[in-house]
């Protein structure tokens, strides 16, 4: 069977590559080509930020109100659930993402978000009208929200098709246009969404570039056409976006990685705990930047704890994403399950205890991808580089505290500030801990609580900006300030004018 093409899509239909060349996708789960995409450079970059370009200036799209751009969102939901079952397929065999939660989580996440931004763009103040002040004279002034232009869009891998969304909703809500540039692993749905959802659309106001990042992304960032670029993805990346962005003074949200830290403490029920942290930590098996990977746990519940995690752990289900009962599922290619596997092996020589896994699992039928059972790293501490560095995969380090100062010191003790929680059978004395924890989410009592309508993003180096919600659409907004004069006489304008010309 031929192996398809995923090519770019820009100004409202699929464009192959100009330079020709396109690079294999991989089926993480069995290390198949699954497609081929297109390897984009500079040249398709140009076309598709000239057609977004248009676009903006298309009277169609810049004068569409925002109530009908929320009638055109609110389209969208019937677009992706008529399209629902292709699209989980697409998303589990490049991702690696289990058939499971895409189905069930990740779709959640998608509908809800898009009548989120639907229902808040009917609503949002986009032009509000100051009260008359008589200083220096009586003006009118009126504060307007404008889209801020060309966007650039560029998600991670770990979760192709909700990343696509979370960018693409707000951008649009706000009347920008866009370039997304998928990840190279993960290309597979946002091509497949931009063809399902253009058609709502004007022409050239949602475009998608495929390529590699060092190639297609950086051209983004460098590009003066584009005004504003969302990132999702490594740290390390994330400060060089900044970097490049500064020579043209971009509008850059950037959403990078973490180290996500839980505090259990001794009065927390070790059962609730249990389930919650592991699922904490190894939803898309630990491939997920908002992951609790650190659990602080007071020294009284230590071992019981450690006991009921392995129990839990050791009873997961590794194995096919495609196959509904599957709970955990592959790294997204052999080299990032090897540095997992590394950092695990770090830890172990650095004086780490193994509760569980801690190795590579073969799965049949899936030889050729790299899967790695669930692990728990007990006696660990902040020095290590596996409780210091991300990991993004099936890893979780325990800690152990004496009090709640210890805990929350070493909660603060790192670099990241995405997410942290509190397990605890006091939830007034937790709301004072969360106040003390560096993170741009708290949860209390859980894990993931993502809500679409709740700013997300990262205190420290886990980003910059905030993602979803009221937060999430004003950062695809500029601000305007429209100064009417009333006063026609120029003699009368004796506090402005009065000071360079003298009236008789
Ligand atoms: P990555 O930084 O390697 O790549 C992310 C995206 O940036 C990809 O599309 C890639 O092609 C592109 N890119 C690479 N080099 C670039 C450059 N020089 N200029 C512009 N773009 C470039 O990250 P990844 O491996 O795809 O994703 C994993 C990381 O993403 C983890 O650190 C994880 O924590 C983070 N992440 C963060 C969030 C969040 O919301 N905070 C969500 C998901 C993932």
Same mark, same amino acid.
């Given at each position: 069977?031929? %192996? ?10 699929? =464009? ?20 081929? *995409?297109?390897?984009?450079?500079? #040249? ?6 000239? @057609? ?8 169609? !799209? ?46 959640? +996440?998608?509908?809800?978000? %898009? ?14 009208? +100051? ?11 009126? $504060? ?29 809500? @706000?009347?920008?246009? *866009? $370039?997304? &540039? ?62 490049? /962005? ?5 509008? =850059? ?9 839980? %505090? ?16 904490? *930590? ?57 540095? $997992?596997?590394? #950092?695990?092996?770090? @830890? ?47 890893? +979780? /380090? ?9 805990? %929350? ?13 509190? !397990? ?17 989410? *708290?949860?209390?009592?859980? !894990? ?10 990262? #205190? ?10 009221? /937060? ?19 003699? &009368? ?6 000071? $360079?010309?003298?009236?008789?």
């Amino acid at each position: 069977m031929a %192996i398809p093409r995923l090519d770019h899509f820009i100004d409202g239909a699929l =464009v192959a590559p100009n330079g020709g060349e396109y690079m294999d996708v991989e089926n993480p789960a069995t290390g198949e080509v699954i497609a081929e *995409v297109a390897c984009g450079t500079e #040249y398709d970059l140009n076309l598709a930020v000239a @057609a977004a370009q248009r676009a903006l200036d298309n009277p169609d !799209w810049r004068d569409m109100t925002p109530t009908d751009r929320s009638v055109v969102l609110n389209q969208f939901v019937d677009v992706i659930q008529q399209n629902a079952q292709e699209l989980a397929y697409l998303e589990a065999i490049s991702s690696g993402g289990t058939l499971s939660r895409i189905s069930k989580l990740d779709f959640l +996440l998608i509908i809800d978000s %898009i009548m989120t931004m639907a229902d808040l763009v009917k609503t949002y103040p986009f032009t509000q009208s +100051l009260p008359a002040r008589a200083v220096p004279e009586l003006t009118d002034v009126k $504060v307007v929200k404008e889209p801020i232009g060309v966007c650039g869009l560029i998600p991670a891998w770990n979760l192709p098709m909700v990343l696509f969304m979370n960018k693409l909703l707000p951008a649009l809500a @706000a009347g920008n246009t *866009v $370039v997304v &540039k998928p990840s190279e692993l993960t290309p597979h749905t946002s091509v497949r969404l931009a063809q399902l959802l253009a058609p709502l659309l004007p022409p050239g106001v949602l475009n998608v570039v495929n390529g590699v990042g060092g190639v297609v992304g950086e051209a983004m960032t460098l590009h003066p056409g584009i005004s504003k670029i969302s990132f999702t993805g490594s740290t390390a990346v994330g400060k060089r976006i900044l970097v490049n /962005a500064a020579a043209s003074l971009k509008r =850059v949200t950037l959403e990078l990685g973490g180290k996500g830290a839980a %505090i259990v403490t001794a009065d927390a029920d070790l059962n609730a705990v249990a389930h919650g942290a592991l699922y904490g *930590v190894l939803l898309h098996s630990g491939q997920g930047c908002e992951s609790g990977t650190r659990l602080l746990v007071h020294e009284s519940i230590y071992e019981p704890l450690l006991e009921k995690l392995a129990h839990i752990a050791g009873g997961l289900q590794i194995g096919d994403p495609m196959n509904p009962d599957t709970q955990i599922g592959p790294m997204c290619h052999a080299a990032h399950g090897q540095k $997992v596997l590394g #950092y695990i092996h770090s @830890a172990l020589e650095q004086g780490a205890r193994l509760v569980c896994g801690g190795e590579r699992v073969r799965v049949l039928g899936c030889e050729g991808g790299f899967f790695i059972a669930p692990t728990i790293l007990a006696d660990c501490n902040n020095q290590m580089s596996a409780v210091r560095e991300e990991i993004f995969g099936p890893v +979780l /380090a325990v800690i152990k505290y004496r009090d709640e100062a210890e805990a %929350i010191a070493i909660a603060n003790d790192s670099d990241y500030g995405l997410s942290a929680g509190i !397990w605890t059978g006091d939830v007034l004395a937790a709301q004072k801990i969360a106040r003390r924890l560096q993170a741009g989410s *708290v949860w209390i009592n859980d !894990w993931h609580m993502l809500r679409t309508d709740v700013p997300f993003g990262g #205190y420290k180096q886990s980003g910059q900006g905030r993602e979803m919600g009221i /937060a999430g659409l004003e950062s695809y907004l500029e601000t305007k300030a429209i100064t009417t004069a009333f006063q026609r006489d120029p003699a &009368k304008k004796t506090l402005t004018y009065g000071i $360079v010309h003298t009236f008789d």
